[in-house]
């Protein structure tokens, strides 16, 4: 769905996906690429001081980042803390989104990959959240965004 967002909602304005540094996340690269969207490589596991000062380097020249917060092995729907981390240190507010597909097909992955059916309905869901409204604690942080991706993910989680 980054792909859709980024062609209808976004006006011609360019973001970067954090993707995989995987096999499996250079089929997302070249997906991100074909229309317009650039990569930063690197995960929990592989290249993560790099990927991170890069995101960071981005936000901080006003540039958007898409992170998928829960990483590269879940659990699913559990934000995981390198998405607060980089927000927090270039002081950018989450846009956090949530999507719900009246038709589909889920597969039986860790993340319960779905597979919007030809002309589905979409319901998009989306919450800005602003740095001051985080709190300074990081586990009370993620619980707090853990409830508002819950919230925004709807029924279908």
């Given amino acids: 769905m980054g792909t859709e967002i980024y062609r209808r909602f976004r006006g011609g304005r360019p973001y970067w996906g954090l993707i995989s540094a995987s096999k499996d996340g250079a089929w997302l690269v070249g997906l991100f690429e074909a229309v317009g969207i650039p990569a930063i490589r690197g995960s929990s596991n592989w290249g993560a001081r790099e990927a991170a000062a890069a995101v960071i380097q ?56 779905i597979i919007p059916f030809p002309f589905s309905k979409v319901r998009i869901r989306c919450r800005a959240v602003e740095p001051a409204e985080l709190p300074q604690n990081r586990e009370e942080a993620l619980t707090k965004l853990n409830s508002i991706m819950a919230e925004l993910n709807g029924p279908s989680v």
């Fill in 58 to 113: 981005k936000l901080k020249d006003g540039d958007d980042i898409a992170i998928t917060p829960d990483g590269p092995k879940g659990p699913c729907y559990e934000f995981k803390p390198g998405g607060l981390i980089v927000a927090r240190r270039a002081k950018a507010p989450l846009v956090m989104i949530g999507m719900e597909f009246m038709r589909f097909r889920q597969l039986k992955s860790w993340d319960r990959f």
